[in-house]
């Protein structure tokens, strides 16, 4: 069935320093979501990427969906403690659901 | 404006009992969606309703029923909950097509 992987899973950063996770389709997505799960929180929506090639920015984060439709990738400017969670992204399977990558979670030593 | 409540936040169960984890929406939303959370496998779909009066299964449907009792609230029974069902539980809802997942606040079940 399709599949999103997304890496890495863990991920252990200074505070200041970057951070990127990337998500990679088995097939071409029609677009891609990133939500972000604070500790002992529920996800929530960041961002959604729909064309080929786009790069959306909020701030420090920093969202790029692949030419092929298949990769994303987001990547955090100078981490701050309030970044620390999980960062997913999701893609739309064939019956139009979104599937979730595994999740990248970070933390951040201040 | 509340947006997705789910109800209880903890449940601690026995294995073979059963149990009906609630969900409603005021956002007027239209699809609906129940997945499990487990470490390391990210959020897996349960089953969905695309609109009221429809329910689909997801990924991982076995060992759950699911009722969309009406456009507000979507149900999650499991008949006779197995330790292999401990996770938290998140309920999800959109309005369609492309739009975003609006999540709940979780159901962490433990089921021993």
């Known amino acids: 069935g399709q599949q999103v992987m997304q890496i890495p899973q863990y991920q252990h950063v200074q505070e200041g320093e970057d951070f990127t996770t990337y998500c990679n389709s088995s097939?071409?997505?029609?677009?891609i979501q990133w939500y972000k799960q604070r500790p002992g929180g529920h996800p929530v929506f960041l961002i959604q990427?729909?064309?080929?090639?786009e790069v959306k920015k909020q701030k420090r984060l920093t969202f790029q969906f692949g030419e092929a439709k298949k990769n994303s990738s987001l990547h955090i400017t100078a981490t701050q403690t309030t970044d620390v969670g999980t960062y997913f992204c999701?893609?739309?399977?064939?019956?139009?659901?979104?599937?979730f990558g595994k999740g990248t979670k970070l933390s951040v030593k201040p | 404006n509340a947006g997705v409540t789910q109800t209880p936040k903890f449940q601690v169960l026995k294995t073979g009992q059963s149990m009906t984890l609630q969900c409603a929406q005021d956002?007027?939303?239209?699809?609906m969606y129940w997945y499990r959370q487990d470490p390391g496998m990210g959020l897996r779909l349960i089953y969905y309703?695309?609109?009221?009066?429809?329910?689909d299964k997801g990924e991982v449907p076995n060992g759950y029923n699911v009722s969309r009792l009406n456009k507000r609230e979507f149900s999650l029974r499991l008949e006779s909950a197995a330790p292999s069902q401990t996770s938290v539980y998140f309920c999800?809802?959109?309005?369609?097509?492309?739009?975003?997942?609006?999540f709940g606040n979780g159901t962490r079940l433990t089921v021993t």
């Open positions: 999800a809802s959109r309005t369609g097509g492309n739009s975003p997942l609006h």
């Open positions: 097939t071409t997505l029609s677009n």
């Open positions: 990427l729909v064309k080929s090639g």
């Open positions: 999701a893609g739309r399977g064939s019956q139009g659901n979104l599937i």
């Open positions: 956002m007027n939303h239209n699809s």
């Open positions: 309703s695309a609109s009221e009066g429809t329910t």
